[in-house]
């Protein structure tokens, strides 16, 4: 199994998630939402695809917004590799872009502002939530507020009602829970980008820092809930003609000041004493607030491609993507390569460690040999000079019993033979000691 599969498990989604999401009209169309039985790794059915309850209470819903698609496309990610809060970064941007700004999502501006990075931690590289969109260090947007950690998740997985579009690019590619994250050029902002949007940004600056009309990320995050229009579904109209309660895109009623309050809470770091702004401090485009007819940022986006250019795109675009898939394709060859190199590392490892644990053994078998054998020699001269000792003494004690015996055959005139030493004396008085003593066949005989 995966590494990647480890990651997923049975979702676990409560029924206070379940109750605002039919607050939030989430589950208001029918089949839009199915939910997994007892499945403890996604096996979406076809034209679904896989998402979390806290990416639809960030703005999400199905059919997903062309922008949206078009980023996934880019990047080259899937849905359930972004977190939540990048979800709330794409949901606050195209509120901003649409409401306040009165522009479509604008492509070069999003790569000026934002970036894209790879979610990991010291002990884990992430497949679930394994990007992050975070605002670029050189860029001055809104502070958004995000809470510090999204608890659980992961856990809180089901399937989203997706139709396939005609084009590769509209459509977002089948669930694939092995699929690698793979840095894109795309990735990376380009110097055209930043002039074509002076304008825009010039604009954004003015409404965060315009005294007593600040606008701010929660503002917006807060603007499109209440309103209940999700940001990242597709839409036939934008936000600037926002008709109210009569909006056709509008998925619920309004929600309750204390379920509102409740949700921002939980998708910010608001805490309970922080106020819930109420409104903008600056007023939305909407029917009611129209665009001028000499919108300034409007005019200054960079005309858009010609037919023929958006044809000729296109073939760039799909000869790029064979590339790209050849590209892959030798990308995962070499790491099969890579893969089986390693392997055969380990076994030649694992093989030299085993040959040297039996050298050093035969060393030290070597060594006990060597040191039996010095002591066996050292033993042998041992022996060898108690043997001579030996000789020498008894050679020693054969010269005094040869002197012994010539002083006393001197004495006794009697003959003794070492090799059998029987004496046989006649009668003969030795005076010992003040006494006769008679010696006859070997016995003495006091007299």
Not at 221 to 247: C, E, S
């Amino acid at each position: 199994m995966a590494a990647e599969d480890l990651e997923w498990e049975r979702s676990k989604i409560s029924n206070q998630d379940l109750n605002m999401m039919k607050k939030l009209g989430l589950m208001k169309k029918e089949d839009a939402i199915r939910f997994p039985s007892e499945e403890s790794y996604p096996n979406p059915p076809m034209e679904y695809r896989v998402s979390f309850v806290d990416h639809l209470i960030r703005g999400l819903s199905a059919p997903i917004h062309d922008f949206l698609r078009g980023l996934l496309f880019l990047y080259g990610i899937q849905l359930h590799q972004l977190t939540p809060n990048s979800i709330l970064h794409i949901s606050i941007f195209i509120t901003l872009c649409e409401c306040f700004l009165g522009v479509p999502p604008n492509w070069a501006l999003w790569k000026r502002i934002f970036l894209l990075r790879r979610n990991a931690s010291r002990n884990a590289a992430y497949n679930i939530g394994g990007v992050v969109i975070c605002v670029r260090t050189d860029v001055e947007y809104f502070d958004v507020k995000f809470p510090d950690s999204v608890q659980r998740w992961r856990k809180k997985w089901l399937y989203i009602h997706e139709e396939s579009a005609n084009s590769v690019e509209h459509n977002i590619i089948p669930f694939d829970g092995n699929a690698k994250i793979q840095r894109r050029r795309s990735w990376d902002a380009e110097a055209s980008e930043k002039k074509a949007t002076e304008a825009l940004m010039s604009r954004i600056h003015q409404l965060q820092n315009t005294r007593g009309k600040e606008l701010s990320g929660v503002q917006i995050t807060a603007y499109f809930l209440r309103i209940r229009v999700q940001p990242l579904q597709a839409r036939k109209n934008p936000l600037w003609t926002y008709a109210g309660v009569n909006d056709a895109n509008r998925l619920s009623s309004d929600l309750s000041a204390k379920d509102l309050e409740k949700l921002i809470r939980r998708i910010s770091r608001l805490n309970k004493k922080d106020p819930v702004p109420s409104s903008c401090r600056v007023e939305p485009y909407s029917s009611t607030n129209p665009l001028p007819e000499n919108h300034p940022t409007m005019s200054s986006l960079p005309p858009l491609p010609e037919d023929g250019e958006v044809e000729e795109q296109a073939i760039v675009a799909e000869d790029n993507q064979e590339k790209l898939a050849e590209a892959n394709n030798r990308a995962d060859t070499l790491v099969q390569k890579l893969e089986q190199s390693e392997a055969a590392r380990k076994k030649a490892e694992l093989v030299a460690s085993e040959a040297k644990t039996e050298a050093d053994e035969a060393k030290a078998k070597v060594a006990n040999v060597e040191e039996l054998q010095k002591r066996l020699e050292d033993a042998e001269s041992a022996l060898n000079e108690q043997k001579t000792a030996q000789a020498a003494r008894e050679e020693g004690i054969l010269k005094r019993l040869k002197s012994q015996i010539r002083r006393t055959e001197t004495q006794t005139n009697q003959g003794f033979d070492l090799e059998n030493p029987v004496m046989i004396l006649s009668l003969t008085h030795f005076p010992i000691s003040g006494a006769s003593w008679v010696r006859d066949s070997g016995r003495c005989i006091e007299c």
